[in-house]
């Protein structure tokens, strides 16, 4: 690969349990793949020369783009927020369609996740990863009101957009697709950047948002196809369903541990914010 450094290359280690190894591992052998913002290739380079897939890729810097023409049969150098896909390339031409990191750097990800659509085979499919605003080390920030933009990791301040499982999935049902497999990549909060402040927190409401929907998960990586038309994704369903018992149980923990005796059930929306923050002032002192 080009010696430049780019921002965001890296080589992949095919031993490692990471995000990358999980879309590449979705993608498959053998397919016709289009690579959306595929930097200066280090993932056109394991499709190509381990997994036997032809790739084409789209990326918005010309020097990484140059780079990535290496193992790519082509690379277009353009800005998918201002790109129209469906003039680049025929309809139904790619077996897969990658968007590893790419979605969160976009003003409208939905318009180019529509697009894809008309650009998969018949039986193609969108292999995505995305960041977890919902990792306990986001709120941690927000709690102690900060929110620290960075060059790389979650806080990227080339950021876009910012989504949960919940919301992701909620894209994905709006732009048209189903959902067929839904993985997570989760690092603890000591090997993440987010360990200074975390650590910070009172011990209790250090539980609390460990036991958060998600709490753990650093990236999302998912694999979907286009929808037929009226048809529910019942695997969003669930997992929207066990998000909402999830958060049951924690909030259950939280009245049992340090509120017990009060009833949360009959309170209206101003009293229960009004009895969080008192709870969390409960648990300072508790500290």
């Given at each position: 690969?080009?010696?430049?450094?780019?921002?965001?290359?890296?080589?992949?280690?095919?031993?490692?349990?990471?995000?990358?190894?999980?879309?590449?591992?979705?993608?498959?052998?053998?397919?016709?793949?289009?690579?959306?913002?595929?930097g200066?290739?280090?993932?056109?380079?394991?499709?190509?020369?381990?997994?036997?897939?032809?790739?084409?890729?789209?990326?918005?810097?010309?020097?990484?783009?140059?780079?990535?023409?290496?193992?790519c049969?082509?690379?277009?150098?353009?800005?998918?927020d201002?790109?129209?896909?469906?003039?680049?390339?025929?309809?139904?031409?790619?077996?897969?369609?990658?968007?590893?990191?790419?979605?969160?750097?976009?003003?409208?990800?939905?318009?180019?996740l529509?697009?894809?659509?008309?650009?998969?085979?018949?039986?193609?499919?969108l292999?995505?990863?995305?960041?977890?605003?919902?990792?306990?080390?986001?709120v941690?920030?927000?709690?102690?009101?900060?929110?620290?933009?960075?060059?790389?990791?979650?806080?990227?301040?080339?950021?876009?957009?910012?989504?949960?499982?919940?919301?992701?999935?909620?894209?994905?049902?709006?732009?048209?697709?189903?959902?067929?497999?839904?993985?997570?990549?989760?690092?603890?909060?000591?090997?993440?950047?987010?360990?200074?402040?975390?650590?910070?927190?009172?011990?209790?409401?250090?539980?609390?948002?460990?036991?958060?929907?998600?709490?753990l998960?650093?990236?999302?990586?998912?694999?979907?196809?286009?929808?037929?038309?009226?048809?529910?994704?019942?695997?969003?369903?669930?997992l929207?369903?066990?998000?909402?018992?999830?958060?049951?149980?924690?909030?259950?923990?939280?009245?049992?541990?340090?509120?017990?005796?009060l009833?949360?059930?009959r309170?209206?929306?101003?009293?229960?914010?009004?009895?969080?923050?008192?709870?969390?002032?409960?648990?300072?002192?508790?500290?």
């Amino acid at each position: 690969m080009n010696s430049k450094r780019f921002r965001y290359a890296y080589e992949i280690d095919l031993e490692a349990d990471s995000t990358p190894n999980k879309v590449l591992d979705l993608v498959g052998e053998n397919k016709k793949v289009l690579e959306l913002g595929c930097g200066p290739g280090h993932m056109s380079k394991v499709l190509t020369k381990h997994l036997g897939c032809q790739v084409r890729g789209i990326e918005i810097d010309p020097e990484a783009a140059k780079a990535a023409r290496d193992f790519c049969r082509d690379v277009t150098v353009c800005n998918l927020d201002e790109t129209d896909l469906r003039r680049l390339f025929k309809n139904g031409q790619f077996d897969v369609i990658i968007a590893a990191d790419i979605l969160e750097h976009l003003k409208t990800p939905e318009r180019t996740l529509v697009q894809c659509k008309h650009l998969l085979r018949q039986d193609g499919y969108l292999v995505i990863s995305i960041p977890n605003a919902s990792h306990v080390g986001i709120v941690a920030n927000l709690m102690s009101a900060q929110f620290p933009y960075s060059d790389i990791g979650l806080l990227d301040r080339t950021h876009l957009r910012f989504f949960t499982g919940p919301s992701f999935r909620s894209l994905l049902r709006e732009t048209g697709y189903l959902i067929d497999k839904w993985l997570t990549h989760k690092v603890p909060v000591e090997h993440t950047e987010f360990k200074r402040v975390f650590h910070s927190l009172p011990g209790p409401i250090r539980k609390y948002l460990i036991k958060s929907p998600d709490g753990l998960v650093y990236q999302f990586i998912i694999k979907a196809q286009p929808a037929p038309n009226h048809e529910s994704d019942s695997l969003a369903v669930r997992l929207d369903k066990e998000v909402e018992q999830q958060i049951k149980e924690r909030d259950l923990w939280l009245e049992n541990s340090y509120f017990k005796g009060l009833s949360c059930d009959r309170l209206n929306k101003k009293e229960h914010t009004s009895l969080f923050m008192r709870l969390f002032q409960l648990l300072i002192k508790k500290k």
